[in-house]
């Protein structure tokens, strides 16, 4: 879904073509705004960001076992400043396997130093096990996977998957119901947008491959009225 599709649906929801009411730019304005409040919700944002010792020096560091996400790279950090949450990690193509902290105590008693095989994510860090050593270390590609946040949508395609299209749409329409004081309208329409944003992470949907393609159903809100009900 682009920005102009996602305008033009509110306009007819609102039945506003004219922006007597709301003007185009406010409507652009409350697209950007469900956007990150979806992507932070649902997690739905997904980015990747791959580290060598040859592109990022220091990025990853022989012996240290922990990487600060938002930290700085070269020390102990991977430098991600929009991530949410990691969601996996590959090591040279491989995907490793997660662990909770809860099974930290179990497995690095069991493993030293070498190639990592296991991740985990604790206190704003990931961490690996077993830890790198010198000097394969520099011969490592991390790919790390993490849910981003959305801080932009000027124009052109959405950044989350098609399955949120409905939930940005909603979103929009119930702020934009707010501002007109049609609070019954409003209060319907996000106890339904709530309920939905709680099923589509859950959903896997493939990212699109058909982009511009997709058309918009002008009965949403109705639709999530019914679930609601």
Do not use: N
């Not at 305008?7 to 039945?15: C, G, I, R, T, Y």
């Not at 739905?44 to 060598?52: D, L, N, S, W």
């Not at 990853?60 to 990691?86: H, S």
């Not at 590959?90 to 490793?96: F, I, T």
Request: net charge negative; with cysteine.
């Amino acid at each position: 879904m682009t920005l102009d599709e996602a305008v033009e649906q509110l306009q007819d929801w609102l039945s506003d073509f004219t922006g007597l009411t709301h003007r185009e730019a406010d409507l652009r304005d409350l697209m950007e705004q469900a956007a990150s409040i979806v992507a932070a919700l649902t997690l739905g944002y997904e980015r990747v960001a791959t580290f060598t010792d040859a592109d990022s020096p220091g990025a990853l560091l022989a012996g240290f076992r922990e990487y600060d996400i938002d930290g700085t790279i070269g020390q102990g950090g991977l430098g991600i400043t929009d991530g949410l949450k990691v969601l996996a990690a590959h090591l040279d193509g491989q995907a490793l396997v997660r662990i909770t902290p809860a099974q930290y105590s179990e497995v690095d008693p069991h493993v030293s130093g070498g190639i990592p095989r296991y991740w985990y994510e604790f206190a704003g860090a990931v961490g690996l096990l077993p830890y790198p050593l010198a000097p394969t270390v520099a011969d490592y590609e991390l790919r790390v996977t993490y849910a981003a946040q959305v801080t932009s949508w000027t124009s052109g395609e959405s950044v989350l998957r098609p399955a949120h299209d409905e939930l940005l749409l909603a979103y929009a329409y119930l702020k934009a119901c707010l501002r007109e004081g049609r609070w019954q309208e409003a209060s319907t329409t996000f106890e339904a947008w709530f309920q939905q944003a709680q099923i589509v992470p859950m959903q896997f949907t493939p990212p699109s491959t058909k982009r511009g393609e997709l058309t918009l159903a002008p009965t949403a809100p109705q639709r999530l009225r019914r679930r609601a009900g």
